[in-house]
């Protein structure tokens, strides 16, 4: 079912020195940072060759990921997206199975323009796994 | 510098069910499980499209995972390796720009018998960044 590690996405407190890092220390392709209000989130892309790293920085009031930051002052590692071929597919899969689709269960347009879903860490060992459709 | 994303790797209390999360619920290709004594873990490998997740299973007495599981009983993301083509002149330009290098600064050899290095997670946004050369 699960195709491509579509990006590991990393909470941080500094979006600007996140960049840096990744730009000037690890040497890394860094886009620009776009803010995506819908998405409470403003976002840097790091290109590596084969997949990306998300910087996020929280953007307005209601930010998923202020509370994630607030327990993680220093930022941290915040999910995985894997890509699928048909997001109803794996969604009725994954419910079969048991595993917890977080909201309403049904798919949002996502950050890239995609459908996208979110898994219960719980059952993912721990880790919020997000489905986008490819 | 960094090429691609060799891994994320997440640390699990339960290697078994793990792999089944990974191999029936998400409908991943994983290997079979492989110790490791020298690294004190027991991995499955997660053979995604475009790059790789690693089940660790903390092995041994010693298991440099074994503090990350007590802290995070249910298992979560350990670290992300990025891959190098030098791994001696990544590590002299990361030290020049101030970043740490964990242990003694020299290359160990890796779960893939490739020179590998630990970077802290403070100079790197909280995460645990290994470096290998590819």
Redesign the interface.
């Known amino acids: 079912?699960?195709?491509?590690?579509n990006h590991?996405a990393?909470v941080?407190?500094d979006l600007d020195a996140?960049t840096k890092?990744y730009r000037?220390?690890?040497?890394?392709k860094v886009s620009e940072p776009q803010t995506l209000p819908a998405h409470g989130v403003t976002v840097v892309f790091v290109l590596?060759?084969?997949?990306k790293?998300e910087?996020l920085l929280p953007y307005g009031e209601n930010s998923p990921i202020q509370a994630f930051l607030d327990k993680?002052p220093?930022?941290?590692?915040h999910h995985?997206c894997?890509?699928v071929k048909d997001i109803i597919a794996a969604r009725d899969?994954?419910k079969a199975?048991g595993?917890r689709v977080l909201g309403n269960g049904e798919p949002k347009i996502g950050a890239h323009d995609k459908p996208v879903l979110f898994l219960h860490?719980?059952?993912?060992?721990?880790?919020l796994?997000e489905l986008e459709q490819a």
């Open positions: 079912m699960i195709g491509k590690l590991v990393i941080v407190p996140a890092t000037d220390v690890l040497g890394a590596l060759d084969n997949t790293v910087l993680n220093s930022g941290g590692i995985v894997y890509e899969k994954l199975s595993a860490p719980k059952d993912f060992i721990g880790t796994v």
